[in-house]
């Protein structure tokens, strides 16, 4: 059947088989690639381009690209279903159908189910995973990851169909501008309420408040949030997570840390002896939380 495939797909399997089924401590080149399927080498470079955007690769400079390790509970769930899928498809084969009309069959179900999906939208790969799994625990259904550079791509190409994006403030006005196709776009507050998680009123402008942050980026956002709270208390300090000296030499000192739940669950030991440990969610919109799944519910969007 791979007569049927354009170059760029007959690629695409290529890496999605290295992603599958490769082996995950080793280092891949793109020219291997182009070599052994007799393509140019920059359909491989645009098709690795889209495939690592996605998260599934990570290049390293020098050395090729790798398989993202973050993901490799994409090839559990395939093994996990891959015999059930083999079954289903015997069946199906046994029951008089060729191979063209079992992928046409599977391609139709496909497309099916991207009618009344839920996307979350976020600028990158970590944000992106907590914001997922924080959504999914709230609505009680699944929500497909979409980096931001993907959604407004398929915002463009009005690729969306009867489906509701959620994201935050800072990626909404970007998805607004390519909105082509009238796609329910839900934005939610992220934001962490500092002044009401820690009761300021008790704190002296000496005692040190802690927030570690998820990477410098949300680090200046949190700064640029709350100026003013800073200007009155000097030592609220924002810092990010990789600054993992600076928050041993102040941790043991400060009257407060604040830091997200995904931060918590992964670097337990740092946090072994702090006093007031303040554990948030990436959202802090429950008003915001409660209209979205009435919108569900009710199949507005």
Not at 4 to 9: D, F, I, L
Not at 174 to 196: A, Q
Request: one cysteine or more; charged letters at 30%.
């Amino acid at each position: 059947m791979l007569e049927n495939y354009t170059k760029s797909s007959i690629v695409k399997l290529k890496l999605l088989e290295i992603f599958f089924f490769g082996d995950e401590n080793q280092f891949y080149q793109l020219q291997w690639i182009a070599d052994e399927l007799d393509v140019n080498i920059n359909t491989v470079k645009s098709v690795f381009s889209e495939l690592k955007s996605k998260g599934y690769f990570v290049a390293v400079k020098g050395k090729g690209f790798c398989i993202n390790r973050e993901f490799l509970y994409k090839r559990k769930n395939l093994l996990l279903y891959q015999g059930e899928l083999s079954k289903i498809i015997n069946k199906i084969i046994n029951s008089g159908l060729n191979s063209d009309e079992v992928f046409f069959c599977f391609n139709h179900a496909l497309l099916e189910q991207n009618s009344g999906d839920i996307y979350y939208v976020d600028e990158e790969y970590y944000n992106l995973f907590v914001g997922r799994r924080e959504l999914e625990e709230q609505l009680q259904r699944e929500v497909i990851p979409l980096l931001l550079p993907d959604a407004v791509n398929r915002l463009k190409e009005c690729s969306f169909d009867n489906c509701i994006i959620v994201t935050t403030y800072y990626c909404l006005k970007r998805l607004e501008e390519v909105n082509n196709c009238n796609v329910k776009i839900f934005p939610l507050k992220i934001t962490p309420p500092i002044d009401t998680l820690v009761n300021f009123g008790k704190v002296s402008t000496s005692d040190i408040i802690l927030v570690i942050t998820i990477n410098d980026e949300m680090k200046r956002r949190f700064e640029r949030s709350y100026s003013s709270l800073m200007r009155k208390f000097n030592s609220l300090i924002f810092v990010s997570i990789e600054e993992k000296t600076k928050i041993q030499n102040l941790i043991k000192d400060a009257k407060y840390v604040l830091t997200l739940k995904q931060i918590y669950d992964t670097n337990k030991d740092l946090f072994n002896k702090v006093k007031n440990l303040v554990v948030y969610s990436r959202f802090h919109d429950e008003e915001g939380i409660k209209m979205l799944k009435d919108v569900i519910e009710s199949r507005r969007f």
